[in-house]
């Protein structure tokens, strides 16, 4: 499946606005380090998890990482993260409404909560992402937030 650039960005702005929300939900110094790195494995993971996903294969693909850019957000905080993750989740499905069978937007729908999962369970709660609990109660609000819009 092939997607314009401003598609392959909203599809791909879906998954990482998602990572992003839960990553600063619960901000610490190292934590948040690693969390964009498990939301970076991800994403460039995407393609090998999802061989059959014509969603996946069109933006996820090393070469297609190379070609979709969303716009870095701005103004994003812990408070409004949720919100804008949500926004582009619903501008993602959108766009694939009319290009892509319903299974394979739900198996989408599922990668974004399962990226973003990823993320909470990367480091640990606090400053340092060294606290007992890998997924702080912000997380897990963050999370049921996504798993809601996402109706999965």
Do not use: R
Not at 83 to 112: C, G, H, R, W
Not at 139 to 148: G, V
């Amino acid at each position: 499946m092939s997607f314009s650039p401003e598609e392959g960005a909203a599809i791909l702005k879906a998954v990482t606005m998602s990572g992003m929300a839960v990553a600063i939900a619960d901000m610490g110094i190292v934590s948040t380090a690693i969390e964009a790195a498990a939301l970076a494995k991800e994403v460039v993971g995407a393609a090998a998890k999802y061989p059959t996903n014509s969603i996946i294969q069109g933006v996820f693909t090393e070469e297609a990482l190379k070609t979709f850019k969303p716009e870095t957000p701005k103004d994003v905080t812990p408070d409004n993260a949720v919100d804008m993750a949500i926004a582009a989740v619903n501008d993602a499905l959108t766009t694939l409404e009319s290009k892509a069978t319903p299974a394979e937007i739900a198996e989408y729908k599922q990668f974004i909560y399962s990226a973003a999962t990823h993320v909470a369970e990367a480091a640990g709660s606090g400053l340092f992402g060294s606290g007992a609990n890998k997924i702080s109660p912000e997380e897990a609000a963050t999370l049921a937030k996504l798993k809601t819009a996402l109706a999965i």
